[in-house]
């Protein structure tokens, strides 16, 4: 496997930069590492990306992840293995991430959910983690970046 070209936030050194800036952003918002990076992996499991499955898994069990959660992430709401909470930042990811053919893709319901877990500034944390994720998935996936330790993670 080869990836299509480099990629991109490599070549542009600023890109690569404003975005370790959201991430440590989103870091500092409120919402638990661990959700975070279940978050992650739930958003880049929808878009197919395995360059982010194969990395975030890694940095999930860093944050101290266990195998039984990471396994079942697929089937989260079927699954006794998460919070409340982590169910609404995981229900916020899917919504935002699938917004296609939606007529609502983030309903009030799912909002309200997230904010009975999250502050105004978790929740703008996750909105913008998501939004990263999505931006992360779609990049690779296009250039066809291959899983496996990253430049970045080097």
């Not at 936030?9 to 918002?29: C, D, H, N, W």
């Not at 990306?49 to 089937?75: H, I, N, P, Y």
């Not at 998460?82 to 939606?102: F, K, N, Q, V």
Request: hydrophobic share 40%; aromatic share 8%.
């Amino acid at each position: 496997m080869e990836a299509r070209i480099t990629n991109p936030a490599m070549l542009f050194p600023e890109a690569s930069e404003a975005i370790q800036k959201l991430v440590a952003t989103a870091y500092r918002g409120g919402v638990p590492r661990q959700t975070l990076e279940l978050v992650h992996l739930r958003v880049s499991q929808i878009n197919g990306c395995g360059a982010c499955l194969d990395s975030g898994s890694r940095q999930a069990k860093k944050s101290g992840e266990t195998d039984e959660r990471l396994f079942a992430l697929a089937g989260w709401r079927h699954a006794p293995y998460y919070s409340d909470a982590e169910r609404a930042a995981l229900e916020l990811g899917e919504s935002m991430t699938r917004l296609a053919g939606e007529p609502d893709p983030v309903p009030d319901a799912i909002w309200q959910e997230a904010a009975r877990h999250y502050d105004e500034k978790a929740r703008a944390a996750l909105v913008l983690w998501i939004s990263l994720v999505n931006l992360f998935n779609r990049v690779n996936v296009a250039t066809a970046q291959v899983a496996g330790p990253q430049e970045w993670e080097k």
